[in-house]
């Protein structure tokens, strides 16, 4: 099927050296491309995750592998307290700290920072490389080229990767791509050698993320269908084998995996089809020596048997609670509805959020039609290979539709299948061997009446066989007459080539170079304004107050606390135990009488809350709070209600008409506390939510907002970090709503000379308004 | 004889205050409404009869009443989805206390058999369930019943199950759901015909299993369809289209984040031609023998290509203004 090249022998000879270059160039721009926050800000770890990640990884380098593993992290979960070293995914410290100790023996001493923070545009690179090698088994060279440069910039990769975005994900996806490309490599070699690759880099991918159960399913799955087509072949039974057997021994030595492998139904797939191959290869072994009629017999007998006692086997296991049930995240991709009843956390985490189309288009532009081009394109050879890129481009665009998170997965084969779709297309148009016209001359002679019109006509009847494009295929390919066609044809897809580039960078450049830990705002004359509240509050913390200090906060904010302010925390981002989520969303959404004892129990020292009420800042816990009041009734579905946080018309207010109980809720209160004040006379327009909080000075009727067990300790420049500080017990063994109307009752009386006894702490100093 | 009538009249409320200074109404009244009355295992079905006795204070039991209209001219819908939701609470309970209720039982009283009742307490909505809590022995409470809020409750029949526990010390209440012999029925006649399927009928449809343009088609839909925000539409059940403020209909949902059922069918439908196209050009115009033709088709679906892509932005600016990129013709 292949044309004729029209490439000269002296330029096919500097192709390979063409392509390494290129292939450079690629991971330069893949790198570049993600440095605009590294520019625009600092260097600086992002958003949470990489938080915990990045104080994960100082433990590693500060201490040995092993104390690592065995690391007991007893300032997260107040009081209980997390097994960290057996609860992560060492892959991604591993790989800084191997990074680090060898640019260190190498006389190179890079500030582990760094190296956490461009950890992810490297492997982005290396990325690049793999879709390269990957893509190239797919078509050719140039394809693979095509696709490594769409990998290096799309969009939907970079969200993950861009510099100080130091999570799992960053090393995962070059992971990925690497182990299906060994797949296919040992599939097409029939190479245990090739398999023990791909089970190696398997075993590097399940240190490394927890998404590695998508290749646990994946290539079962692939290997299946070839046994179902009747493609089942030596080559395949001695590639799923080592891959198999050593990447599941492997895997198991992961302390967070250990028996998953062999108990969890996720992994059921992969065991299942290791022994179907076996059956499959031990029929074949005996069909080429018994005499056919025998063999039927033995078949329908022995095999029979064998999936019967498998099947029983495993709804045994499973009914007898040996097999764990489907972990939750897991099972929220297949029932959708499922998250939403039962694991509120889950479902409360944006990124779990099923995917709208525009974030399809804006995370691939073009590719996302080439991709469907692509597949099709594969159909047509449909070798073994080929049903691989096949399958994981349903299965994924699958997933990725489910959850936003997994655009990621999905953006690789986009770039494949875009790649291939394009590169088929650039070969033949830039093909530039004409076609001999055969039948030319006879046409000319009978149709010279009108060649136009019966152009026309039989063009339409082509357009309307559309359909059957399969019976197309088989026509022997000419190649292109038109030097017009040619220039047409190429012109637009450069001009959208050049398009993908723009949209790439803006993209990058406005939606995912923001670290989230610093805001930036333009000002009124364009220029850039940097809200550095976070750190600034997480400062404080670090310098003002006792280091072993149990800072209460919504888990949201657990791995940066830890991370930057170097405090205790009760709750964070790894969400495991519920029960205490809750317990954190109990003491927000109650009354401070019902709060204090909560907050007492826990030794809460301070408290944190983020508001942008006054900034415009919508990532702010009031507009959280809803899922900590949910969270909370799931587990005291008596003491909160989500209902009582609404209006009677249903809506969540915050101003005049918010209910009761939204309005005496700690949140609300601390959010609020003297909020009216920095609008004097004016009134207090709660900007994220457009609402006019009530203000005493405004309207005699509204009550200022009292805080009587907690006290303000700090709130940062744009008022975004407010904390505040848990009052000791009342000396007097009053109430704290007492002794507060007490004191406040004293002031007026005009008592001025003597200080209001405090509960043993200095207080004040701490006080940075700023307004 | 006036003394004689006035004695027994005195025995008589003697006698009654002996007997109601013991629980006047207690638990073997309560089995015995179980055994006659009950309609599903576990559940007593009251009147306006006996709905007084069932509450009445003196008690040393527990009692949840259901108060509902499930009649279908009553047209009340959420009672009809809530009954078998607490159906399912009674028989679980009255599975693991199958002689008698042991301090906790569940009633209902349905608005047909108790048109008094509720009137009396001056009920005007459906359903409603009361938990009337035990005023003797020691867990006493008051005789006032609580109320459950049935609204916004997800997971129902747990929830119910919880608020009992939360109000009623010492019950603990295990959810059965009964086996749905019904879908077993159908997995077992689901085998039994792919069994027959395969056996009679793939014989003649092994061309159509075998045909590679089928699955192609199969998959390409099926990537489509994902890739322009399927799944959203079922996981959020989006409306297909909106109204908007000037009473008109709006067909692109307003934000980056939302979606309508129609904008999806219209990307669906571009993302389709613009795989076609790039399809044609690689596959079906370079074996087009003739080149008047060749070049007819490839301007065809060059320009089909620019027109569409160019739509597709157009549309996708629609859901996020401040996107730069754009094609002529529509360029607005």
Not at chain 1, 50 to 60: D, E, G, S, V
Not at chain 1, 628 to 635: P, S, W
Not at chain 2, 132 to 155: C, F, L, R, S
Request: net charge neutral.
């Amino acid at each position: 099927m292949q044309l004729p090249t029209s490439l000269p022998p002296a330029a096919a000879n500097a192709l390979p050296l063409l392509r390494t270059l290129t292939l450079f160039t690629i991971a330069g721009a893949a790198i570049a491309s993600r440095l605009f926050s590294v520019v625009r800000f600092e260097s600086i770890i992002h958003e949470f995750d990489p938080w915990f990640n990045f104080r994960a990884t100082k433990y590693l380098v500060a201490n040995d592998f092993y104390s690592f593993l065995d690391w007991f992290d007893d300032r997260t979960w107040y009081p209980l307290g997390r097994v960290t070293g057996g609860t992560l995914y060492p892959g991604l410290m591993v790989t800084s700290a191997l990074i680090f100790h060898g640019l260190k023996a190498l006389t190179l001493p890079v500030d582990i920072r760094n190296i956490c923070v461009m950890l992810a545009p490297v492997f982005s690179g290396l990325t690049a490389y793999a879709t390269y090698l990957f893509t190239r088994e797919m078509k050719d060279h140039s394809a693979g080229l095509l696709a490594a440069a769409f990998i290096g910039i799309a969009p939907g990769y970079i969200s993950r990767s861009v510099a100080g975005s130091y999570d799992n994900e960053a090393i995962a996806i070059t992971l990925l791509m690497f182990t299906f490309y060994l797949w296919i490599k040992a599939l097409k070699l029939g190479s245990a050698f090739w398999g023990a690759l791909t089970a190696l880099f398997y075993f590097y991918m399940v240190a490394a993320w927890g998404g590695y159960v998508f290749i646990t399913n994946i290539i079962p799955l692939h290997a299946l269908v070839l046994v179902i087509m009747g493609r089942y072949s030596s080559r395949l039974y001695v590639a799923y084998s080592s891959w198999y057997a050593l990447g599941t021994l492997a895997s198991m030595q992961i302390p967070f995996v250990g028996f998953l492998p062999i108990r969890s139904s996720e992994h059921m797939g992969a065991l299942g089809v290791f022994g179907l191959l076996q059956l499959v290869g031990f029929a074949v072994y005996v069909r080429a020596r018994v005499p056919s009629k025998q063999f039927k017999v033995l078949v329908v007998g022995s095999v029979g048997a064998l999936v019967v006692l498998g099947v029983a086997g495993i709804v045994g296991l499973t009914v007898s609670g040996v097999i764990a049930p489907w972990t939750g995240r897991f099972y929220s991709l297949w029932d959708t509805g499922y998250a939403k009843i039962h694991i509120p956390i889950i479902a409360s985490v944006s990124e779990h959020q099923p995917t709208a189309w525009p974030s399809f288009f804006f995370d691939t532009f073009m590719l996302i039609w080439l991709f469907p081009a692509g597949v099709y394109v594969v159909f047509q050879e449909l070798r073994d290979e080929h049903l691989f890129v096949i399958i994981y481009g349903i299965l994924a665009s699958y997933f990725a539709g489910v959850m936003v998170r997994l655009m990621l997965t999905l953006t690789p084969i986009v770039c494949v299948c875009g790649a291939v779709a394009l590169s088929n297309i650039l070969d033949i148009y830039t093909n530039l061997e004409k076609p001999v016209e055969e039948e030319e001359e006879k046409k000319e002679e009978k149709e010279e009446a009108s060649p136009l019109k019966k152009a026309t006509t039989s063009l339409i009847e082509d357009e309307a066989s559309i359909l059957s494009l399969g019976s197309m295929s088989k026509k022997p390919l000419i190649g292109v007459y038109s030097n017009w066609a040619r220039g047409i044809v190429l012109g637009m897809f450069t001009l959208y080539l050049y398009m993908f580039v723009q949209h790439c960078t803006w993209v990058t450049s406005n939606a995912y170079s923001s670290p989230s830990v610093v805001l930036a705002s333009q000002m009124a004359d364009g220029s850039q304004h940097i809200i550095d509240d976070f750190r600034e509050a997480y400062y404080w913390l670090r310098k003002n107050t006792a280091e072993d200090a149990k800072v209460m906060s919504w888990w949201d904010y657990g791995y940066q606390i830890g991370g930057m302010a170097d405090r205790t925390t009760l709750v964070d981002n790894n969400t495991w135990n519920n029960t205490h989520i809750a317990t954190v969303g109990k003491a927000m959404s109650s009354r401070e009488e019902v709060s204090y004892p909560i907050l007492r129990k826990h030794d809460v020292d301070y408290i944190l809350v983020i508001f942008g009420g006054l900034l415009g800042y919508s990532g702010d816990d009031i507009n959280k709070f809803l899922w900590m009041v949910r969270i909370a009734e799931g587990i005291w579905p008596e003491e909160v209600k989500e209902r009582d946080f609404f209006t009677a018309r249903g809506e969540y207010r915050v101003d005049a008409e918010a209910t009761p109980t939204m309005k005496n809720s700690l949140m609300y209160k601390m959010s609020y506390y003297r909020f009216a004040d920095v609008f004097g006379r004016q009134p207090a327009i709660d900007r994220v939510r457009n609402q006019r909080i009530p203000s005493p000075m405004q309207d005699a009727s509204a009550a200022p907002i009292e805080l009587s067990s907690v006290e303000e300790a700090f709130t940062s420049e744009n008022w975004i970090v407010r904390i505040y500080k848990v009052k000791e017990l009342d000396p007097f063994g009053r109430e704290h709503a007492a002794a507060t109307a007490f004191e406040s009752g004293k002031k007026k009386s005009g008592a001025r000379g003597r200080t209001a006894p405090v509960g043993g702490h200095a207080k004040g100093r701490a006080r940075v308004l700023r307004v | 004889m006036r003394t004689i009538q006035f004695c027994v009249l005195l025995l008589a409320a003697l006698f009654a205050c002996v007997v109601s200074a013991a629980p006047e109404r207690d638990s073997t009244y309560m089995d015995k409404l179980l055994k006659s009355s009950s309609i599903n295992p576990g559940l007593i079905r009251l009147t306006d009869k006996n709905f007084g006795d069932v509450i009445s204070a003196p008690r040393d039991y527990a009692v949840v009443v259901l108060l509902t209209a499930e009649s279908p001219s009553m047209g009340c819908q959420l009672c009809r989805q809530f009954a078998p939701d607490y159906h399912l609470v009674a028989q679980s309970w009255s599975k693991e206390h199958p002689k008698s209720g042991d301090g906790l039982y569940f009633a209902v009283l349905d608005f047909v058999d108790g048109q008094r009742t509720f009137q009396s307490l001056g009920l005007k909505t459906a359903p409603n369930v009361w938990l009337y809590g035990p005023t003797v022995g020691e867990n006493a409470g008051p005789a006032a019943p609580i109320v459950y809020e049935i609204h916004g409750v997800v997971d129902m029949p747990g929830s119910v199950a919880r608020f009992i526990e939360s109000h009623v010390p010492g019950v603990g209440i295990t959810i059965y759901k009964p086996r749905d012999y019904s879908k077993i029925g159908q997995a077992v006649t689901g085998l039994v015909a792919i069994g027959l399927f395969i056996r009679y009928l793939y014989p003649i449809l092994k061309p159509f299993f075998e045909s590679r343009t089928l699955w192609a088609g199969i998959s390409l839909v099926a990537i489509l369809m994902f890739t322009s925000g399927h799944m959203f539409n079922n996981i959020r059940h989006t409306p297909y289209v909106a109204g908007n403020k000037e009473g008109g209909v709006s067909y692109v949902a307003p934000g980056f984040q939302q979606q309508y059922g129609f904008e999806t069918q219209v990307v669906a439908v571009l993302y389709a031609f613009l795989a076609f196209g790039a399809i044609s050009l690689s596959i079906k115009t370079p074996r087009i023998k003739d080149s008047t033709r060749q070049l007819l088709s490839v301007l065809t679906w060059a320009t089909i290509i620019w027109c569409l892509f160019s739509a597709l932005m157009f549309v996708f600016r629609m859901k996020n203004p401040g996107y730069p990129l754009s094609l002529p013709p529509m360029t607005k």
